[in-house]
């Protein structure tokens, strides 16, 4: 890495890559950052061109207020903007109560930031209506981490002990395009004999490195799992004496598997008996063996039974605590981990502490200095929030995301949050959510800021600031001790992100994710590797790259088996809905593209939405390549280029989902809840399709 260079982190997926940021004559740029062990210098098209989101052509650089006499947002002082904001929450809050005021976060918030955001709704305004996107992203894997292991970490182990196992099942993820440089660690896997098997609805850039590739019907995930467990049994190849030492509850599992048979799960899946006896050769042949889970199996209405059965096949076959194998999730958003940890999440405080908890509740007040039960309790999940907006959520302060395109029934979410009595947010860029605010506020970014993150495997990083924010431009933490000063709460809210993190030790400490023994001092002197939770204070205070190897996190130290059953999806297809919308990311952009839509090369790469769908499908409609197709569901319509391939199934579409307008995916998604994780069901839903007449262009004189 150059000399000169500042040691940092990429600002978007979990992967969290090592970066170094010069600032010369020819502004800021990045360079390769070889000894980070996650990405060991290789950087997507988004990393490298990340730091174009920090120049003023294309971000925020200073406060917008709405005038009540135009209606116009029109630039303000931030002693207005600030002013308009406390004024709104305290009138909410005398007119309304506290839970007027509604508190919205974002997974790619600093651990500093995500922590103050759940204090400053729970002390200065004291509403249970806090959540954020997160519960949008990982939160079935991490309901399910929890119902077995105890405990909810994305990957038990760290990322360089996948190419060491013998086989990995990756289960609705597309690594090439969602964390391309990940994509080594499965290149390793099969260069050292390993065998690779991706279950995915379509023949994506993962897939096709693949040895076995099963494409089960969109919302059959939970089927093919407990089908391949059934084989499992059926075979003898479960382990009885792990069974027996290391977990509880295999005999309800067990039965709950036995009833969905080879043939039963090839109807409702799609997938051949033959490859499901193939994936299960594989995965038991193997001496250590690994399921990898993303979005696809986990953004459904059932997202943690199917989890928790694929999370049920590692356990009986002995995989789950043991060296080079067990199960993982593989979170998406950059601090996805860390974001879910220390408060902002509608059910929990600081250091992963369960709100209901009174111990918890007490170690937390006491850091906080209030009594515990001035804490609120839990209040609604992201998109019951969202959904409440208007009614008795009267006000929204926002952070971080950009729910009008990345919200489910997006449409309806839009209408939710126009009917605010008011909104503010606080964002890099204009967004579209941004748009509709009364109160904008412009802050710091990534390179312009220090603060912490922890990526998919629970390492703990340091972001650290590179270059100067322009001259508007206050940090997220910043604007909550302006907003809590006006509320009579400014002495709880410290600006200095070191200061805020010291204080999350302290309440972190003795939770399941203890951060007590990390310090900036201590992630400042380890060459930038990062220090893995838990980690508690001491001198022994190493961290745990690997979890689970004794013992799991439950009280008597036994995994958990969960029994499941297939059920449908909350919407099934049918004569007027006929076809399948499944939806996803694209390489060159980033969830809701708020800030990756304003650089020009990503928009180079991928210009606009599309909808991919299988030739035959296509001939039946009529529709050719670039053709402009609508796909209707039940909650509205989206209109993009058809783009005709045979790499997904012919029952299906897909559409990615990082644009708005009339391409919003979004639109035509499902809010329909898992009654555990409170997931909404992004990644299965019934559309048709109608063929458009292609609109030719008007040369203008």
Known sequence: MHSTATSTHCPYCALQCGMGLTNGPRGVEVVERPGFPVNKGALCGKGRTAPAVLSSRVRLTEPLVRSHATGELAPATWEEALDRIADELSRARAEHGADACGVFGGGGLTNEKAYALGKFARVALGTSQIDYNGRFCMSSAAAAGQRAFGLDRGLPFPLEDIPRTGCVI????????????ALRYLTELRANGGTLIVVDPRRTRTAEQADLHLAPRPGTDLALALGLLHLVVAEGRTDE??????????EEARAAAMAHWPEHVERITGVAVPQLRDAVRMFCDADAAMV???????????????????INLCLATGRAGQPLSG??????????????????????????????DSAARAHVAEVWGVHPDSLPGPGRSAYELLDALGGDIKTLLLMGSNPVVSAPRAAHVEERLRSLDFLAVA?????????????????????????????????????????????????????LHGIAERLGHGKGFPTEPEEVFEE???????????????????????????????????????????????????????????????????????????????????????????????VDELNSAAPGPFVE?????????????????????????????????????????????????????????????????????????????????????????
Request: with cysteine; net charge negative.
């Open 170 to 181: 990756l289960v609705g993820s597309n690594l090439a395009e969602t964390m391309p440089p």
């Open 427 to 479: 964002d890099v860029v204009m967004s579209e959510t941004a748009q509709l605010a009364d109160v904008v506020l412009p802050v710091t970014q990534w390179a312009e800021e220090t603060g912490t993150v922890t990526n998919l495997e629970g390492r703990v990083l340091l972001r650290r600031q590179a270059v100067s924010a322009p001259a508007g431009v206050r940090s997220d933490l910043e604007v």
């Open 292 to 310: 990898l889970t993303a979005r696809g199996p986990e953004q459904q209405s059932k997202g943690t039974d199917t989890v928790g059965a694929w």
């Open 613 to 701: 769908l299988h030739p035959r499908l296509a001939a039946r409609l009529g529709v050719g390549e670039d053709d402009p197709v609508a796909v209707v569901s039940r909650r509205g319509r989206a209109v993009a280029p058809a783009r005709v391939t045979t790499a997904i199934r012919a029952d299906t579409v897909f559409m990615p989902f990082h644009w708005p307008g009339e391409g919003r995916a979004n639109t035509l998604t499902h809010p329909a809840l898992d009654p555990v994780s409170r997931m909404p069901e992004f990644k299965v839903c019934a559309v048709r399709l109608e063929r458009l007449e292609r609109l030719e262009p008007v040369e203008l004189p």
């Open 327 to 356: 199960y993982g999730c593989l979170t998406g958003q950059g601090n996805g981990q860390g974001g879910r940890e220390h408060g902002q999440k509608a059910d929990q405080l600081p250091g992963y502490r369960k709100l209901t």
């Open 241 to 250: 004496a792990y069974i027996e030492e290391r977990t509880s509850g295999w």
């Open 504 to 598: 999350l030790r302290r309440a972190s400490a003795g939770g399941a994710a203890d951060y007590s023994g990390i310090s900036y001092e201590r992630l400042r002197e380890n060459d930038g590797e990062g220090v893995f939770w838990p980690c508690p204070a001491g001198p022994e205070a190493e961290g745990m790259p690997r979890l689970f190897l004794d013992r799991f996190a439950t009280e008597d130290g036994r995994a958990r088996f969960v029994p499941v059953v297939h059920r449908a999806a909350a919407e099934e297809t049918d004569e007027e809905y006929p076809v399948l919308l499944t939806t996803g990311r694209v390489l060159a952009q980033y969830q809701s593209g708020a800030q990756t839509r304003r």
